[in-house]
Structures are given as C-alpha cells and as structure tokens.
C-alpha cells in the first residue's frame, strides 16, 4: 500500500513537472518563430559563426579547382566580418583569412600571410551573408515559405539546452544572391534550430540537391553563438 | 640462466620479432603517408602543419620514452605478461588510428562540448585523437623492444645471447628502413588507414602465439622496485624538448590576425625546462637504489662517445628521411598518390644501401677497430647530403638516389660500430639495457631532428617567402615563389644534416682502437 502510495506520487511529480516544462515555452505558429528569431538576429550587436560545407563540393573559381571547407569567424552589426575561410585545393588544404569592412574586403597571401587587398574573382564575400538587406535576417522574416514546426530538439553543441526544430523552404534566388553563386539558384530545403526563450538561431542546416552528375547533395550547416558579444574588427595594416 | 621453455628458442625468438618489426615500421611509415592524412583530415597547410608533424614526432617520443623504463618494469612484473600488454596495447592504438575520423572524433566532440562553448574545428580534433592514438600505438610498440630483448635474453645461452639480440636490433632497423616503401605501396592502391588495420590480425595471432607457447615458461623476476619517479623525469624532459623544439607561433588566431610566425615565447623556457628534468633524472639515477639507468656505464670513454656518435646519427638520418617525401611531394609529384609511391621508393635508395653496409661496417669493426669504418662512414655521409643540397625539380631520379645511396652507405658503415663499441663496452649483465640504448639515443637524435628542422623549415620559409615575394603578387608569383622557398630550404636543411654528421665525427675519433677493445674483453673474461 506504502509503495503504492509513492509511486502514484511520483507519477503525480512526473506530470507535474512535464506539464512545467511544457508550459515553459509559448506555444507559438512556426511563422511566428522564425520572424521573432529574425528580429532578435537583425538587433544583435555580433556574433561568432561557423559555415561548414559537406557532401558534394562547391567550388569558388571556374577551372573548380579550390572548394570552399568552412568559414569561422566574427560578425559586428552592420557590416564587419572577420573570417578564416578554409579552401581545399589538389593536394592540398589551405586557410585564406578575409577582413570585410564596410563594403571593403581585405585578405591574406596564401603563402606569407600578409594582407592584400580582395581579389575581386574571389567569390567569397562573408559579410553578404549577414546584409540586413541580403543576408540571413533578411531571408528569415521575409523569405522563407510553409515552415513546420518539427519538434523540440538538443544539438550535440550545446548539451542539455532543448532548441525548437522547423523546417521550411528557401527560394533558390536568395540562397544564390546571399551566397554570391555558391549555392545553386534552386529551391533549398532549410532546418532552423531557434531558442525557445530568447529566440537566437543557433543553426541553420541548407540541403542543396545533387544536381545531375553529382554523387550526393551539398549540405551548409551554418552555426551562430556568442550572441550580442561586439568584436574589435578593423582594416588590416598593409605592408608596402 | 636461461628460461626453459619445451618451444624452440629460434620459433620464439621470430614471433618476438614479428610485432617488433611491425612497431618499427610504423615508425617511418608515416613520413610516405603524412601529406594524404594532412589533406584527409583537412587540415590547413599554414595552421596545421606544426601540428600534424606531432603524427611523426609523436611516436618516435612514445617509442623513444617506453623504451627508457618499460624494459626495468619487465624485469619485475615478468617479461611474458609486460610483452604481451604492450602487443596489446599496440593494436588498440592502431585501431583508434585506423578508426580515428569516426567515433573516437565524436566522442572526443562530445566530450569537449561539456566543457567548452563555441565551436571546435573536428579536423583538429581528429587529429589530436589521431597523435594520442598513434602515441599508444608506440608506447606499445617501443615497450615490446627492450621487453622482446629481455626475453630472449632469458630464453638462450649467454654464449647465443649476443646474436639473437642482434637479430631484435636488425628487425628493429629493418622495420623503419622498409616503412616508407610500404606506405608509399599502401596508398597508391589503398587507402591509408589500411597500413593500420593490418597491424590487427598480425597484432592477435602473435599474441595467441606468444601467450601459448611461452605460458610454461618461468617469469624471470628481478628483486627491487620500479623507478617511477626516475620514469616521469626522464618522460617530462623528453617531451618538453619536442614540444619545445617544435613550438612555434603558427596559430595565426582571429584575435592576432597580423601576427607572423617566428619562434613562439614559450620555446626556450620549454627546452631550459627540459634540461632541468634531465639534470634531476640523472641526480636521481645517481642517488636510486634500483636505477633505470647505470650511469657508471657513461664513464667508459667508448660508451659515451658512441651514444654521443648515435644521437647525432639519427638527428642527420631523420632530416634525409624527413626532406626526402617534402622534396617530392611539393616540387617533384603530380599527384598525392604519386608523391607517396616515388617517396617511398627514393628512400629505399638510402635505407636500404644502409641496411646493405651494415654488414660490412660489423666485419670492418671487427678487423679494424670502431673509429676506420665509423669515420669513413661519416665522410661518406657528409660528402652524400652535400651533393643532396644541389637537388633541384628537373634534377632526375637516378642523380637523387645514387646521392641518397652514398649517404646511407656511410651511415650504414657507421652504425654497427658505434653499436658495437656500446656494447662491447658494457658488462655482460649490462648488455640488454646497453644493446637498447644504441637505439634509444638514435631515437632521440631522430625525434630531436623532426622537431627542430619543421621548426626551421617553416621559420626560414617565412623569411624567404617575405624576402621573394612582391607588395601584391599573383596566384602564379605565388605559387612560384613557394616553390623557390621550398627547394631553398631543403638544400639548407641537408646541409645541416651534413654538419650535424660532422659534427659526429668528433666522437667518433675519440673511440679507443681494437687494442683497447681486446683488452677490455680480455679484463672482462678476467
């Protein structure tokens, strides 16, 4: 009877406490979501962020010789990025690091490290993807069609903090144009991972299909941390 | 007073040898393979370079340091299960190596985001996971060494010990001189992770093997105990003088973007650190009642000269194996695979004449004493890096490895004398531990030489590249100018090699004639 007794009582306690949990979180429409998780990204002053490319390589010159790997770097609101772009040539894997500011971009020789300014062949352009006109806030509140909310889901990143999960289309044009021709102009499957209090995008997955001839899709997983932290990026000092 | 076993010693004695040859050969065989694991894993040539070289270093410092105190813990525990843990401990490496990109990265990434935020790079962390396997791997593989000597040195005669050792030290030296051709073979069919997923069945018959046939024999336990505290010393200085040596500020952080590189603040403090550790090692294995180490063996004029000879030996030797792949793959092959075949062939042009003049250098030191075919030898060498330092990418193949051939003919020459007059130089209790050292402080010479010279390449590199390159050069000026800067600095680090080989010479002619030799043997049958 005693055991009977606790037991009920911690069922009691279990449902008690899933319904806390469950209460701890507005229940909001999907759209709603991603347009608060747009406006809170459009209001940060930075952040850190990390673009990592996997699955069938994308290249950044037209002989497509030098793939695009990953890109870590710095954001501060409006327009600076401090990035570390890493590129995967033949037989080799090499780091070109690139300093945006205010529309000027600056980068590093492959081979001595000193700072030149940007090859305008390049095709890498870091701050295009956080323009509050282009960029991800921009797609986040005006761009992206149907979102479904998919669940509550953890990222292996940040153990113990349940994100929420949705999924929604992107068109390919903004894709295209936010990535300055990386990524295909074709409709992309998108996976958004939002914190449910303060509504910071703490990843964005892009699954560009394999076109024909290719053996897989290209997958963007792009991660966001240090939310409102400010970085000190400035011009680089050019040796003449 | 031989152990006896009912199993043929000479049966014994090669399936000791069998995973001894493998440790060895994974030694080297890293150095045709290292370019394919640096793109594999993705890691940058400019950040991660430094760092990767810790796959090669790595194991020579594990193998290097086991062997210092694994074979005394032998010597107390018995010789059969120690063995038998390091064969085991060997393949488990091999395994996490083999397996490094998959689960070993994941969990270490789990792991690390418990305590960290941000953003770990997973091509680092892989290659963290892949040095701390490759350094288990070679804690087992160096413990088997002096452990494998031990145990045939308690499985024969004292009137066979002397040849059967021989045999251990000659599946040693044959295993790094063929590693290279195998990694070069390995990954032009195959991928490369396949050289460690051999290691695995070899690794489980030799144990079933070992564990079956020696499970009669008596463990040989000596009385005493186990110098740790000399063990950590000895281990702390070794490592220090790596990391010491092989620091530099290449971690061009998104804080410090304009930084350069150069040698990182921490480099000297590190090395003085480490000698510190080898003062207190040796005070230590002064005052030990039950040292790891006799050091009254040091005060025998051939004993120190040839370990002096030796550590230089393998400093020189380990640049030609190190230059000879860097040579190839940057200004010679088209392709990886390519790099990795030619590498491996061009360094059977040294080793292998090496492995070939051994003989003659034993038989020569017999009939003329140590210091003719040791010093002959030397000259040879000097005279063969000299040439090297002239290599150019048009210069043919066939110029290359008859240079090469000259060079490891002279170390060829070398080697067995010097090893000989440390052997012969110590007492007959003494010779497992002194057949050991010969190639402990060859180990060391070669580890020392992989840090210092990466060190020196990518400072000099540096330099050379800002003196060559123009305000705002192109792609091609570039790629040109890097090309330059590497052949450069290959010609000046075999010519460092040349003068470290030298520089041997200046032991080597302070090693007492046969006359002397003779002697001692006579006041030792005495």
Redesign the interface.
């Known amino acids: 009877m005693k055991r009977t007794g606790v037991w009920a009582g911690l069922v009691i306690f279990g449902v008690l406490l899933a319904g806390c949990r469950a209460s701890q979180f507005e229940q909001l429409p999907p759209n709603e979501i991603i347009s608060r998780s747009a406006g809170r990204m459009a209001s940060l002053q930075g952040f850190e962020f990390l673009i990592e490319r996997s699955g069938e390589p994308v290249f950044l010159d037209y002989e497509g010789t030098i793939s695009f790997r990953r890109a870590e770097g710095q954001f501060t609101s409006p327009d600076r990025v401090n990035t570390s772009v890493r590129v995967i040539m033949p037989g080799l894997v090499t780091e070109v690091q690139i300093i945006s500011v205010e529309g000027t971009q600056w980068e590093t020789n492959l081979l001595t490290g000193e700072w030149q300014a940007s090859d305008p062949r390049y095709s890498f352009n870091p701050s295009l993807l956080f323009s509050p006109e282009t960029g991800i806030p921009a797609v986040l509140a005006h761009e992206l069609a149907d979102p479904a909310l998919l669940g509550m889901e953890e990222i292996p990143e940040v153990p113990g903090k349940k994100l929420y999960a949705l999924e929604t289309v992107m068109p390919g044009d903004s894709a295209y144009q936010m990535t300055f021709g990386m990524i295909d102009n074709e409709p992309l499957r998108v996976k958004l991972w939002i914190d449910p209090v303060t509504f910071d995008l703490y990843r964005v997955l892009l699954v560009d299909p394999a076109n024909p001839g290719d053996e897989e899709d290209t997958l963007w997983q792009i991660d966001f941390w240090s939310f409102g932290s400010t970085f000190q990026i400035e011009p680089p000092t050019i040796n003449n | 007073m031989p152990a006896s076993t009912k199993t043929q010693p000479g049966l014994l004695l090669a399936l000791i040898s069998i995973p001894i040859f493998i440790g060895a050969l994974d030694l080297t065989v890293v150095s045709a393979v290292l370019?394919h694991v640096?793109?594999d894993l993705?890691?940058?040539?400019?950040?991660?370079l430094d760092d990767a070289a810790w796959i090669v270093t790595g194991y020579l410092l594990a193998y290097s340091v086991s062997m210092t105190f694994m074979g005394r813990l032998s010597d107390l525990y018995g010789r059969r299960h120690i063995y038998l843990i390091a064969l085991v401990i060997f393949a488990f490496g091999s395994y996490i190596v083999a397996v490094a990109q998959g689960w070993p990265t994941q969990l270490a990434?789990?792991i690390s985001?418990?305590f960290v935020?941000?953003?770990l790079?997973a091509s680092y962390v892989t290659l963290y996971v892949l040095i701390a396997a490759r350094m288990i791997q070679a804690f087992g593989a160096g413990t088997m060494v002096p452990v494998g000597m031990a145990l045939v040195a308690d499985i024969y005669p004292a009137d066979k010990r002397a040849r059967s050792l021989g045999v251990i030290a000659a599946v040693d030296t044959a295993g790094w001189v063929v590693g290279h051709l195998y990694g070069g073979i390995i990954v032009r069919f195959w991928a490369w992770e396949l050289i460690f997923w051999l290691n695995l069945p070899i690794c489980l018959i030799a144990f079933l093997l070992i564990w079956y046939l020696m499970r009669g024999a008596p463990q040989v336990r000596s009385a005493g105990s186990m110098d740790w505290f000399g063990a950590l010393l000895i281990t702390a200085a070794l490592a220090l003088l790596n990391i010491g040596l092989g620091t530099s500020t290449d971690g061009?952080t998104?804080n410090a973007?304009?930084e350069?590189?150069g040698l990182s603040p921490y480099s000297l403090p590190l090395v003085f650190a480490a000698f510190i550790f080898l003062v207190l090692f040796l005070w230590r294995q002064k005052k030990a009642r039950y040292p790891l180490l006799a050091l009254s063996l040091f005060k025998r004029q051939n004993y120190l000269a040839a370990s002096l000879a030796n550590f230089l030996v393998g400093f020189s030797l380990f640049v030609a194996i190190a230059n000879v792949p860097l040579f190839i793959?940057t200004l010679v092959a088209t392709?990886?695979e390519q790099?990795a075949w030619d590498s491996g062939w061009m360094l059977s042009a040294l080793t292998i004449p090496l492995a070939l003049a051994s003989a003659p250098g034993g038989w020569l030191s017999e009939k003329r004493g140590y210091r003719l075919p040791a010093a002959a030898g030397l000259i040879l060498a000097v005279f063969g890096f000299m040439l090297m330092r002239s290599w150019e990418p048009a210069t043919p193949y066939a110029i290359l490895a008859y240079q090469l051939a000259l060079s490891g003919i002279g170390i060829g020459l070398t080697m067995a004398p010097i090893a000989a007059a440390v052997v012969n130089a110590s007492p007959p209790d003494q010779r497992g531990i002194s057949s050991a050292l010969v190639i402990i402080f060859r180990l060391i010479g070669m580890t020392v030489g992989i840090s210092s010279i990466t060190t020196y390449d990518l400072l000099r590199a540096?330099a050379l590249?800002?003196m060559l390159?123009s305000?705002?050069?192109t792609?091609s000026e570039?790629v040109r100018?890097?090309m330059e800067?590497t052949e450069q600095v290959i010609s000046e680090t075999f010519v460092i090699a040349g003068m470290v080989a030298a520089l041997a010479l200046i032991p080597v002619l302070s090693l007492k004639s046969t006359f002397n030799q003779t002697s001692e043997v006579k006041n030792e049958r005495e």
Do not use: F, W
């Open positions: 370019p640096i793109v993705e890691i940058p040539l400019q950040t991660g990434l789990r985001y418990l935020s941000g953003r790079d061009v998104l973007l304009d350069k590189s793959n392709s990886l790099g540096d590249s800002e390159l305000a705002q050069p792609l570039t100018v890097g800067v």
